[in-house]
């Protein structure tokens, strides 16, 4: 048996091929793009796993995909590509379109074709599982009740408007032509291998190198945080037992404002690497706010508790300390990011 991941080199979707590998035998097949946020070195470790295939190639690209599917015959297709970044949705939405909407609808159509070959049995099995955000709900006021399932969709950023066309093309193609898809939508990630653009990892590598350290705003906004191997048992188990054609909200039940995420980290780092220049809260920095910021996320996460028995394991309190602790181990894996050194990575390792 074999699945099929779309985004595996990326900050989500590699944690969770590392993820699946550690628990099951059942060989994944990678597709990834390679863009500036795709980096192979996160699979680093699966590199001579026969249990593990990479193939670097768009999801636009449908020659590419009709061949992978009709080669490689996976039983699921678990669908993390994508553009990811708010701040680079608002400077440059033409790639969020590309492939978030485009590619997201190149998918659906080949799983369509692929699984219209499939004998009865498999074609009951098999699964789009498509990755999705809590964004696509839109903005909360400090008193609302978090994100159901059930929410009016009312994304803000092209990034997220993007994301909700890609959910409502994912919901057109089960209810339309029977395609077996789960949709699930989840709260803001961190953990290993997160690219130094997003709040928490930019950070800590700012705070290390002695940088200010950019709050947007007044730093009030709140997100909710989920440590990533969350995520990626949450998907594990809406993949195995989720209804068809039903969306799942995952979260962290950790709602914070950045602010105090800030200073968690700063603090976890006075703790772990004391900077004789002082605090690292030294160099919080206020800056211009982002461009229709989003107030507030939160997550109702219990359906999935409900229904599936998910709850995270890790508190942020533990999860914070495992991240900061995971980027004071890496400094290599920083460097190579920050020097751009990264993206030799497979010509380095593997030639042309
Ligand atoms: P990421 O930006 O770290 O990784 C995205 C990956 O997709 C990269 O490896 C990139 O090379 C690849 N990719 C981009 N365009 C591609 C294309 N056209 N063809 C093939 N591959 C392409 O993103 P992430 O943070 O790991 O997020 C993964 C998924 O989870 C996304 O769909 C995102 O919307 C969703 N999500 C993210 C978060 C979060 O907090 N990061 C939370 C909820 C949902
Ligand atoms: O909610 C899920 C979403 O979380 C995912 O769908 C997105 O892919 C992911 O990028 C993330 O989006 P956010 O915009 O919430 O994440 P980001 O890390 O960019 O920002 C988190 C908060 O921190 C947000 O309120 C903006 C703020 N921020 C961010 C950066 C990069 C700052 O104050 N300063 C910064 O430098």
């Given at each position: 048996m074999t699945i099929l991941v779309t985004g595996g080199a990326g900050f989500i979707g590699s944690n969770f091929v590392l993820d699946w590998l550690a628990q099951s035998d059942e060989k994944v097949v990678t597709l990834d793009a390679l863009t500036y946020a795709g980096n192979l070195e996160n699979l680093a470790s699966l590199q001579g796993d026969a249990r593990h295939l990479f193939v670097q190639g768009d999801i636009c690209d449908r020659a590419l995909v009709?061949?992978?599917?009709?080669?490689?015959?996976?039983?699921?297709?678990?669908?993390?590509?994508?553009?990811?970044?708010?701040?680079?949705?608002?400077?440059?939405?033409?790639?969020?379109?590309?492939?978030?909407?485009?590619?997201?609808?190149?998918?659906?159509?080949?799983?369509?074709?692929?699984?219209?070959?499939?004998?009865?049995?498999?074609?009951?099995?098999?699964?789009?599982?498509?990755?999705?955000?809590?964004?696509?709900?839109?903005?909360?006021?400090?008193?609302?009740?978090?994100?159901?399932?059930?929410?009016?969709?009312?994304?803000?950023?092209?990034?997220?408007?993007?994301?909700?066309?890609?959910?409502?093309?994912?919901?057109?193609?089960?209810?339309?032509?029977?395609?077996?898809v789960v949709t699930t939508n989840c709260s803001n990630n961190y953990g290993p291998f997160h690219f130094p653009e997003k709040l928490i990892p930019l950070m800590i590598v700012n705070a290390l190198a002695g940088k200010p350290l950019p709050v947007y705003g007044d730093g009030q906004q709140i997100r909710d945080w989920l440590y990533v191997s969350d995520h990626a048992s949450a998907i594990r188990a809406v993949l195995a037992g989720g209804r068809l054609g039903?969306?799942?909200?995952?979260?962290?039940?950790?709602?914070?404002?950045?602010?105090?995420?800030?200073?968690?980290?700063?603090?976890?780092?006075?703790?772990?690497?004391?900077?004789?220049?002082?605090?690292?809260?030294?160099?919080?920095?206020?800056?211009?706010?982002?461009?229709?910021?989003?107030?507030?996320?939160?997550?109702?996460?219990?359906?999935i508790e409900r229904e599936l028995g998910w709850r995270p394991a890790e508190t942020f309190a533990s999860g914070i300390r495992k991240t900061v602790q995971w980027y004071l181990a890496n400094p290599e894996w920083v460097a190579r990011v920050q020097s751009g050194a990264y993206r030799d990575w497979v010509s380095k390792q593997y030639g042309n």
């Open positions: 009709d061949r992978l599917l009709a080669e490689q015959r996976p039983r699921a297709l678990i669908h993390f590509a994508a553009e990811s970044h708010v701040d680079r949705s608002i400077s440059g939405p033409g790639a969020f379109m590309r492939t978030n909407i485009e590619g997201t609808y190149t998918l659906l159509e080949a799983a369509r074709g692929y699984w219209g070959t499939l004998d009865a049995d498999a074609k009951a099995a098999f699964r789009f599982h498509h990755v999705s955000t809590d964004e696509v709900y839109g903005s909360l006021q400090a008193e609302d009740p978090p994100f159901a399932e059930t929410n009016a969709y009312e994304p803000n950023s092209p990034y997220s408007a993007s994301k909700a066309a890609s959910d409502h093309l994912v919901r057109a193609w089960h209810h339309t032509y029977g395609l077996p039903e969306t799942y909200n995952i979260g962290g039940w950790n709602e914070m404002a950045n602010i105090d995420i800030v200073n968690t980290v700063c603090a976890l780092l006075d703790e772990f690497r004391p900077d004789p220049a002082g605090p690292y809260a030294r160099l919080i920095s206020y800056v211009k706010d982002r461009p229709g910021h989003d107030r507030r996320y939160a997550i109702d996460a219990r359906k």
